[in-house]
């Protein structure tokens, strides 16, 4: 059984860079055919894709958010990560980390973690 | 950009009842690549639905989805007490590009 597990501070300042780790556990980050993907989900709103990396190391982004996203995978430790630069208020959500199969289908999600962007 | 419109944005139903989820697509989503996903409060989603109607691995037969092109339903055939949820679909056909609908509230009347 796949699991997915986010961290990272949950509290980050205006202007600085957010970072959180996806940890997986019950198979490889580095088999292939999936996609490696990052969502959030501001508070009382639905859900915004945010990008992924594919098992290759090809990353995608949502166009909204590509300037600001940087996701990357470390095979040894099984994780991937997402960093989001220059945040504001705009980007308090709960962020989501997910295993995307079959072109993308999200079949696997961690628990999801809320960053709240406050001075 | 491929925007995903949900109706209605609630729906008030009694367990039992049959309930019937739209989503529009702003064009048509290829080879049906649409899903549909269930969230209870304080959860991650999940996945119930995929290519348009084939159900994810344990969900229940009463979930079943149609469509293709632009218009899309999700339908609940018995509303049972742990289905009142929020429902979400999702087009993966304009891959690497996705987009979600804005959600439609299933709750008990």
């Known amino acids: 059984q796949v699991q997915l597990q986010e961290s990272g501070p949950g509290l980050v300042k205006p202007s600085q860079t957010l970072s959180l780790t996806c940890t997986v556990s019950g198979g490889s980050i580095s088999s292939g055919g999936y996609y490696w993907s990052w969502i959030r989900q501001h508070p009382g709103k639905g859900l915004e894709w945010i990008g992924y990396i594919y098992y290759s190391g090809s990353t995608y982004y949502n166009p909204s958010l590509k300037s600001r996203v940087t996701i990357s995978v470390d095979t040894s430790k099984n994780q991937f990560s997402l960093k989001l630069s220059s945040v504001t208020a705009a980007d308090t959500a709960v962020y989501y980390c997910?295993?995307?199969?079959?072109?993308?289908?999200?079949?696997?999600w961690g628990q999801g973690t809320l960053v709240t962007v406050s001075s | 950009e491929i925007v995903l419109t949900q109706s209605p944005g609630t729906l008030s139903l009694s367990p039992g009842e049959r309930a019937t989820l739209s989503c529009r697509a702003s064009?048509?989503?290829?080879?049906?690549?649409l899903a549909w996903y269930q969230q209870k409060p304080g959860q991650a989603p999940r996945l119930l639905i995929y290519?348009?109607?084939s159900r994810a691995t344990g969900i229940p037969d009463r979930f079943s989805g149609s469509g293709s092109g632009t218009d899309f339903t999700l339908t609940i055939s018995r509303l049972e007490p742990e289905d009142f949820a929020v429902y979400y679909c999702q087009q993966y056909g304009s891959s690497p590009e996705l987009t979600f609908g804005g959600g439609t509230k299933v709750e008990i009347k």
């Open positions: 997910a295993r995307g199969a079959q072109g993308v289908i999200f079949d696997y």
């Open positions: 290519g348009a109607s």
């Open positions: 064009q048509s989503v290829s080879s049906s690549y």
